[in-house]
C-alpha cells in the first residue's frame, strides 16, 4: 500500500494537474469559465479571460511544466511550437497573446507572437492593459495614461458631485456643471497646445501670459483676483479662430457664443477642479521610467481622454427633458464602430480613399459626439495597423482627417459644446460640429459628402397635454417645412424653384419655396424622388424615382403604389434614414439605433422595401432599394435605461448602394446579401443608482456579437 501512494504521488500527470490548478488560483481575476486544452505528455495547459466593462479580454495561456520540460519556457523558437500543438483547433479567436509558464520551483512570463516574436515580460498586463494591448506595444506611456484616466474619472465626479450637493456656485443643476468643467478644459487645451507665451488681455486692458494665470497654484495665490482673470482669458479665447470651424454651407461656428461666459465664483472650486486636471504628477513609460518632469492632459492617450469625457457625461447627465437618448452606451458605439471599420479595412477602394485623407465622418443628431470619439480613436489605430506608409505619414494623415474628416449636427446648443471641447481635447478642435434647428434640413449637411455616418437619431412623434396644444401647432407646422408640402422639386440650374412634369412634359414652376437670396430653398426636406406621373391637378399621382442625392420618406405608397404625403405625426427616426442615406457618399456605410418597429411593424414595410427594394418573385432579387442591408443586431430593452427609456432598439447596417459612373444620381442594381442578425442580451453593464455600473460582472454579447461578423459567421 506504501508503495502505491509513493507512486500516485510521483506520478507525472498528477503533478502537471497540481501545478497547473495552483497557477489557476494566482489569477482569479480572469473571472471567464477556463478553457482546458487538449491533453499533452509534456505540459498541462489553459486558456483564461477576463472581463473590462463587459468586454471580453484576449486570452492568457497558462501552462504547467514538469522541472525536466523547462527549457521550453527559455528557448522561445521551442516554446512557439509547443504552443501551437497545445492550441491544437482552438479558434484563432482564442488564440492567447500572453502566457504563463511554471515547474512548481520557476516562473516565466511571455508576450507570445508578437511583432518582434516570442518575447520574456516581467509580468503579465492588468486586465485594462490587456484589452488595450496593441497600444500598450505602440505607445510607450500607455500604462501612466491608464492610471491617469482612473484617477481623473475618480477626481471629476467627486468634484461635479462636491459642487452639485455642497457649494453650488451659481449653476443651476447637474447640467450646468458639466458645462463649467468644460469651459475649464477648454481653456487648458490652450494651456497645454498652444505657444507658452499665449497672452490675454483682463477688462482693465492689462495683458497676461495664460500659462502663468491659469494654474491651481495662481489661484490659491491670488483668490477671487485670479478668478475674475480667467473669466477674462475665457472671454478673449472662447472665439479664438483655431476653434472655429467653417461648415460645408461655408457658415463659421465657435465653440462658445457671446452669451457664454464662465459662472463659477468660488476660487476653492477652481483650485479643486484645476488640481484635477493639471496635478497628474511624472509621466512615466512602460517599464516605469521617468519620461516627462510634470504630466498634463496632453500626455495622456488621446482615446482614453476621449473616454474619459464620454463617461463623466454619461455618469453626470441628467437626462430630463429628452437630451439623455442622445448618450449612446459606450459598448453600443464601440461595437458600430468597429464593425464598419472592419468592413472599410477590408475594402481596397475605402481604404485607398482613408490613406489619401478623403475620408469623412458625420453625425448628424451627435449629442456630445460620442460616436465621433470613438471612431477618432479607432480611425488612428486602424491606421497605425493596417495602412502601410512611413510613420511621419501616417501622423499626416492622422492630423489631415482630425482637420477635415469629421462633421457632427445637433439641435441643442449644449450638446454642441461639449462635443466641441470632447473633439478639442483629443487634438480635433477643428471637427465641423454645429448647432442648427434640425439636421434633416440644414444646407450645412450636403448629399453624398459622408463615407461613413453612426447615429443615435430621435424617434417616436412627441406628445402634447391639453395645456400644450400650441407647442404641438409649433412641432406641426416645423414637421411641415421639413417635409416640404409635397412638392417634387428636380434641380434646374443652381436652384430648385421647378419640377418635370412628366405628364404635361414640361418644367413647372412650384411657387414659393422659401428661398434664399441665391435662389436655393432654405429648407432641403423636399422629396425629389418623387415625380408626378399621372392623375389630374386636384388628384395627382406620384412615383418613386430613387437617385443618390433624393428624398422620398415623408411619404408612403397607398395599396396602389402610388406615393402620398403623410401627415406631421411620422417618427422622425424614418425620415434620418433617409436623411442619412442622401448625405453618404454613394458605397457608404450607416449605423444606425433605430426603434424596433420600424424593422418589424407591418405598417413600416414600406421603408424597409424603400431601403432594400421589393423582392422580384422570378429571380429572388430585391429590386428598387436605395441600400444593401449588412446587418441587424438587436439591444437589449435597458440599453437606454439611463436616459429615461425603456424603448426596444436594434442597429441596422446600411451600405448605400454604389453610382453608376456613367449616370452619378442612378444606382447600380447591387444584389442584396445575406444579413448578419444577431441579439444582444446584456451589454457588461447593469443600471444601479442612475450609474452603469461595469464591475456587475456580467458580460459584454456586443463583444462576441462583433467577433462573430468579423469571421464571416
Same mark, same amino acid.
Given at each position: 500500500?506504501a508503495?502505491?501512494?509513493?507512486?500516485k504521488?510521483t506520478?507525472p500527470?498528477?503533478?502537471?494537474?497540481q501545478?497547473?490548478?495552483q497557477?489557476v488560483?494566482?489569477h482569479?481575476?480572469f473571472t471567464q469559465?477556463l478553457?482546458?486544452?487538449?491533453?499533452?505528455e509534456l505540459?498541462k495547459a489553459?486558456?483564461?479571460?477576463g472581463?473590462?466593462?463587459?468586454?471580453l479580454?484576449?486570452?492568457v495561456?497558462?501552462?504547467?511544466?514538469?522541472s525536466?520540460?523547462w527549457?521550453?519556457?527559455s528557448d522561445f523558437?521551442k516554446l512557439?511550437?509547443?504552443v501551437?500543438?497545445?492550441l491544437?483547433?482552438?479558434?484563432?479567436e482564442l488564440w492567447?497573446?500572453f502566457a504563463?509558464?511554471t515547474?512548481?520551483q520557476k516562473?516565466q512570463?511571455v508576450?507570445?507572437?508578437s511583432s518582434?516574436g516570442?518575447?520574456?515580460?516581467?509580468k503579465?498586463?492588468?486586465?485594462?492593459?490587456?484589452?488595450e494591448?496593441k497600444?500598450?506595444?505602440?505607445?510607450?506611456t500607455?500604462r501612466?495614461?491608464m492610471?491617469?484616466?482612473?484617477d481623473l474619472m475618480?477626481k471629476l465626479?467627486?468634484?461635479?458631485?462636491?459642487?452639485f450637493?455642497?457649494?453650488?456656485d451659481?449653476?443651476?443643476?447637474?447640467?450646468a456643471?458639466?458645462e463649467?468643467?468644460a469651459?475649464?478644459?477648454f =481653456?487648458?487645451?490652450f494651456r497645454?497646445?498652444h505657444d507658452?507665451?499665449?497672452? &490675454?488681455k483682463? *477688462?482693465? #486692458? %492689462?495683458e497676461?501670459?495664460?500659462?502663468?494665470?491659469f494654474?491651481?497654484?495662481?489661484?490659491?495665490?491670488?483668490g477671487?483676483q485670479?478668478v475674475?482673470l480667467?473669466?477674462?482669458?475665457f472671454e478673449?479665447l472662447?472665439s479664438?479662430e483655431d476653434?472655429?470651424?467653417?461648415?460645408d454651407d461655408?457658415?463659421k461656428?465657435?465653440i462658445?457664443?457671446?452669451?457664454v461666459?464662465?459662472n463659477?465664483?468660488r476660487?476653492?472650486n477652481?483650485?479643486?477642479l484645476?488640481k484635477?486636471i493639471q496635478d497628474?504628477g511624472?509621466?512615466?513609460?512602460?517599464?516605469g521610467?521617468?519620461v516627462?518632469a510634470q504630466g498634463?492632459?496632453?500626455?495622456?492617450?488621446?482615446d =482614453?481622454?476621449g473616454?474619459?469625457?464620454?463617461?463623466?457625461?454619461r455618469?453626470? &447627465?441628467?437626462s *430630463?427633458? #429628452? %437630451?439623455?437618448?442622445?448618450l449612446?452606451?459606450n459598448p453600443?458605439?464601440?461595437a458600430?464602430?468597429?464593425?464598419a471599420?472592419?468592413?472599410?479595412?477590408?475594402?481596397?477602394t475605402?481604404?485607398?480613399r482613408?490613406?489619401?485623407?478623403?475620408f469623412?465622418f458625420?453625425d448628424?443628431?451627435c449629442g456630445?459626439?460620442?460616436f465621433g470619439?470613438?471612431?477618432?480613436?479607432?480611425l488612428?489605430?486602424?491606421?497605425?495597423?493596417?495602412?502601410g506608409?512611413?510613420?511621419?505619414?501616417?501622423?499626416k494623415?492622422?492630423?489631415k482627417?482630425?482637420?477635415?474628416g469629421?462633421?457632427g449636427a445637433?439641435?441643442?446648443?449644449r450638446?454642441v459644446m461639449?462635443?466641441?471641447v470632447n473633439m478639442?481635447l483629443?487634438g480635433?478642435?477643428?471637427?465641423q460640429? &454645429?448647432?442648427?434647428?434640425d439636421?434633416?434640413?440644414?444646407?450645412?449637411l450636403q448629399p453624398?459628402s459622408?463615407?461613413?455616418?453612426c447615429?443615435?437619431?430621435p424617434?417616436?412623434s412627441?406628445s402634447?397635454?391639453k395645456?400644450?396644444?400650441?407647442?404641438?401647432?409649433?412641432?406641426e407646422?416645423?414637421?411641415e417645412q421639413?417635409l416640404?408640402?409635397?412638392r417634387p422639386?428636380q434641380?434646374m440650374g443652381?436652384s430648385y424653384n421647378?419640377y418635370?412634369?412628366?405628364?404635361?412634359?414640361k418644367?413647372?414652376?412650384?411657387g414659393?419655396?422659401?428661398?434664399d437670396e441665391?435662389g436655393?430653398?432654405?429648407?432641403?426636406?423636399?422629396r425629389?424622388?418623387l415625380?408626378?406621373?399621372g392623375?389630374?391637378d386636384k388628384?395627382p399621382?406620384?412615383?418613386?424615382?430613387?437617385?443618390?442625392?433624393?428624398?422620398?420618406?415623408?411619404?408612403?405608397?397607398?395599396s396602389?403604389g402610388n406615393?402620398q404625403p403623410?401627415?406631421a405625426?411620422i417618427d422622425p427616426?424614418v425620415?434620418?434614414?433617409?436623411?442619412?442615406?442622401?448625405?453618404?457618399?454613394?458605397g457608404?456605410r450607416l449605423?444606425?439605433?433605430l426603434?424596433d418597429?420600424?424593422?418589424c411593424?407591418s405598417?413600416?414595410?414600406?421603408v424597409?422595401?424603400?431601403?432594400?427594394g421589393k423582392?422580384?418573385d422570378?429571380?429572388?432579387?430585391?429590386v428598387g432599394g436605395?441600400?444593401i442591408?449588412k446587418?441587424?443586431i438587436?439591444?437589449p430593452s435597458?440599453c437606454?435605461k439611463?436616459?429615461?427609456?425603456?424603448?426596444?432598439t436594434?442597429i441596422l447596417y446600411?451600405?448605400?448602394r454604389?453610382?453608376?459612373p456613367?449616370?452619378?444620381?442612378?444606382f447600380?442594381?447591387e444584389?442584396?446579401?445575406?444579413v448578419f442578425?444577431?441579439?444582444?442580451?446584456?451589454?457588461?453593464y447593469v443600471?444601479?443608482?442612475?450609474?452603469?455600473?461595469?464591475?456587475a460582472?456580467v458580460e459584454?454579447?456586443?463583444?462576441k456579437?462583433?467577433?462573430?461578423?468579423?469571421?464571416?459567421?
Open positions: 500500500m508503495k502505491e501512494a509513493k507512486a504521488k506520478d500527470k498528477q503533478q502537471l494537474e501545478l497547473f490548478n497557477l488560483k494566482q482569479t481575476e469559465p478553457v482546458e486544452l487538449p491533453e499533452h505540459a489553459g486558456l483564461i479571460q472581463l473590462v466593462e463587459g468586454n479580454t484576449p486570452t495561456m497558462l501552462v504547467a511544466l514538469n525536466d520540460n527549457e521550453y519556457a523558437a512557439e511550437l509547443l501551437i500543438e497545445l491544437g483547433d482552438t479558434d484563432v492567447p497573446i504563463a509558464l515547474d512548481g516562473t512570463y508576450r507570445l507572437f518582434q516570442t518575447i520574456a515580460v516581467d503579465l498586463p492588468t486586465l485594462n492593459e490587456l484589452k494591448y497600444t500598450l506595444e505602440r505607445d510607450q500607455f501612466w495614461s492610471k491617469t484616466y482612473t475618480k465626479n467627486f468634484w461635479h458631485e462636491s459642487v450637493r455642497f457649494t453650488r451659481n449653476v443651476d443643476d447637474k447640467n456643471i458639466i463649467e468643467v469651459k475649464l478644459l =481653456l487648458e487645451s497645454v497646445h507658452e507665451s499665449m497672452t &490675454f483682463s *477688462k482693465s #486692458g %492689462n497676461y501670459v495664460l500659462r502663468e494665470v494654474t491651481w497654484q495662481y489661484v490659491e495665490q491670488h477671487a485670479a475674475e480667467i473669466r477674462d482669458a478673449t472662447k479664438h476653434y472655429i470651424v467653417v461648415t461655408g457658415t461656428n465657435p462658445f457664443s457671446e452669451r461666459h464662465i463659477l465664483n476660487p476653492e477652481f483650485i479643486s484645476l484635477a497628474l511624472p509621466v512615466t513609460d512602460n517599464r521610467n521617468i516627462h498634463n492632459l496632453g500626455h495622456v492617450s488621446g =482614453l481622454l473616454r474619459v469625457f464620454d463617461v463623466f457625461l455618469a453626470n &447627465f441628467d *430630463k427633458g #429628452g %437630451n439623455g437618448v442622445y449612446t452606451p453600443v458605439k464601440q458600430m464602430v468597429e464593425i471599420l472592419h468592413d472599410i479595412a477590408s475594402d481596397s475605402e481604404l485607398a482613408l490613406s489619401n485623407g478623403d469623412r458625420c448628424p443628431t456630445s459626439f460620442g470619439s470613438v471612431v477618432l480613436s479607432q488612428q489605430k486602424l491606421i497605425d495597423n493596417e495602412i506608409m512611413p510613420d511621419v505619414d501616417k501622423e494623415l492622422k492630423e482627417l482630425k482637420n477635415h469629421f462633421t445637433d439641435s441643442t446648443p450638446m461639449l462635443a466641441r478639442a483629443q480635433a478642435p477643428k471637427a460640429v &454645429f448647432q442648427t434647428q439636421s434633416l434640413v440644414t444646407q450645412a453624398n459622408f463615407d461613413l455616418i447615429t443615435n437619431p424617434f417616436g412627441p402634447f397635454g395645456n400644450e396644444q400650441e407647442s404641438k401647432k409649433d412641432y407646422r416645423h414637421m421639413v416640404g408640402g409635397f422639386a434641380k443652381d421647378a418635370y412634369d412628366h405628364i404635361k412634359m418644367w413647372v414652376d412650384t414659393d419655396l422659401e428661398l441665391h436655393n430653398p432654405k429648407w432641403a426636406g423636399y425629389t424622388d415625380r408626378r406621373t392623375g389630374t388628384k399621382v406620384y412615383s418613386l424615382h430613387p437617385t443618390t442625392s433624393g428624398l422620398a420618406l415623408g411619404s408612403k405608397p397607398d396602389k406615393w403623410v401627415g405625426t427616426a425620415l434620418f434614414i433617409d436623411r442619412c442615406l442622401q448625405l453618404l457618399k454613394p457608404g449605423m444606425i439605433v426603434p418597429g420600424i424593422l411593424n405598417g413600416d414595410r414600406y424597409r422595401e424603400y431601403i432594400m423582392k422580384d422570378q429571380t429572388g432579387e430585391f436605395k441600400a442591408v446587418a441587424v438587436s439591444l435597458d437606454f439611463l436616459s429615461g427609456t425603456g424603448a426596444k436594434s446600411l451600405q448605400k454604389h453610382a453608376n456613367d449616370q452619378p444620381e442612378q447600380l442594381p444584389q442584396q446579401t445575406e442578425m444577431a441579439v444582444a442580451e446584456t451589454l457588461g443600471v444601479k443608482n442612475n450609474i452603469e455600473d461595469y464591475n460582472g459584454n454579447d456586443l463583444d456579437i462583433v467577433s462573430a461578423y468579423k469571421r464571416g459567421e
